[in-house]
């Protein structure tokens, strides 16, 4: 469970998918893509108070479990391939945390 808001109903908070995708539209004239992480955090959690929330994102699942190396700026994610971001969600009242894939995917 990530949402502990006694407000709120935490099942309409966040789904419970483990992953989450992201898609960028080739158009053959692009070498990097532009991702913005944070977008599907703010649609997931737009029921609970996103303010109860740390989320931080990570290139690997070690570092997100370690809270350590996260990404300093995920509203500008550049790549140039598919990959996998890690995203990690502390609920800061309760102490919750919970890891979440998120695949970025060029077409």
Same mark, same amino acid.
């Given at each position: 469970?990530?949402?502990?808001?006694?407000?709120?109903?935490?099942?309409?908070?966040?789904?419970?998918?483990?992953?989450?995708?992201?898609?960028?539209?080739?158009?053959?004239?692009?070498?990097?893509?532009?991702?913005?992480?944070?977008?599907?955090?703010?649609? !997931?959690? $737009? =029921?609970?108070?996103?303010?109860?929330? @740390? &989320?931080?994102?990570?290139?690997?699942? +070690?570092?997100?479990?370690?809270?350590?190396?996260?990404?300093?700026?995920?509203?500008?994610?550049?790549?140039? !391939?598919? $990959? =996998?971001?890690?995203?990690?969600?502390? @609920? &800061?009242?309760?102490?919750?945390?919970? +890891?979440?894939?998120?695949?970025?995917?060029?077409?």
């Amino acid at each position: 469970m990530i949402c502990n808001n006694n407000s709120q109903d935490c099942d309409i908070c966040y789904d419970h998918k483990d992953q989450i995708t992201l898609y960028a539209d080739s158009d053959m004239k692009s070498v990097i893509y532009q991702f913005n992480l944070f977008l599907p955090f703010e649609k !997931i959690l $737009k =029921k609970c108070n996103i303010n109860e929330f @740390n &989320i931080t994102y990570y290139e690997s699942e +070690i570092d997100a479990k370690l809270d350590i190396n996260h990404l300093k700026k995920p509203q500008t994610y550049y790549t140039s !391939i598919s $990959k =996998k971001i890690f995203v990690r969600l502390d @609920n &800061i009242d309760s102490g919750i945390i919970k +890891i979440i894939d998120l695949s970025l995917e060029v077409q």
